[in-house]
Every structure is written in structure tokens, then in C-alpha cells.
């Protein structure tokens, strides 16, 4: 799976969206100030879950995780 994370300068997501590889991606709406990166979702986000699963795991990156925008490359880094 891929996903478009939305950001705050600070690496605070606000919002993110999966989809599967292959597909076009999807791109939530952004608001001034706020960027956008396309990565790999995590391992535990696959396409053999069902829809609410799929929710509470996007759910739960949005609460302990945030982009790490310190690297050339931003990806997602646990909340400390």
C-alpha cells in the first residue's frame, strides 16, 4: 500500500490517505501552509484488511506518528 500524507511544517499529519500500488494516488485536500508526501505505508497496513481495520491503522498513525521532515527523504517517525 501507498500513502498520501498531508503535513504541517513541523511534520504534524493532518491528514493521510491509502491506496494500493499501482493505483493512481489519491490527494486529500491541503490548506495553506501545509505539505504533502507520497511514501510506503508501513507493513502492518496491507491489502488483505478489511476497511475498518485499514481505518483504526490510519488512525493510529495519525496519532503516534508525524513526518520527519529533518531527512532529504521525509518519511514517518514515532511521536516522542
Not at 486529500?28 to 502492518?44: D, L, R, T
Not at 496519532?63 to 518519511?75: C, I, L
Request: no cysteine; hydrophobic share 40%; proline share 9%.
Amino acid at each position: 500500500m501507498r500513502l498520501t500524507v498531508i503535513h504541517e511544517s513541523n511534520g504534524n499529519i493532518t491528514a493521510l490517505v491509502a491506496y494500493p500500488p499501482g493505483s493512481p494516488p489519491a490527494y486529500p485536500e491541503m490548506k495553506s501552509g501545509q505539505q504533502m508526501i507520497e511514501i510506503e505505508a508501513p507493513a502492518e497496513i496491507t491489502l488483505d484488511l478489511d476497511a475498518r481495520q485499514i481505518n483504526e491503522r490510519l488512525s493510529d498513525l495519525m496519532q503516534n506518528s508525524r513526518v520527519d521532515v529533518a531527512t532529504v527523504k521525509p518519511g514517518l517517525a514515532r511521536k516522542s
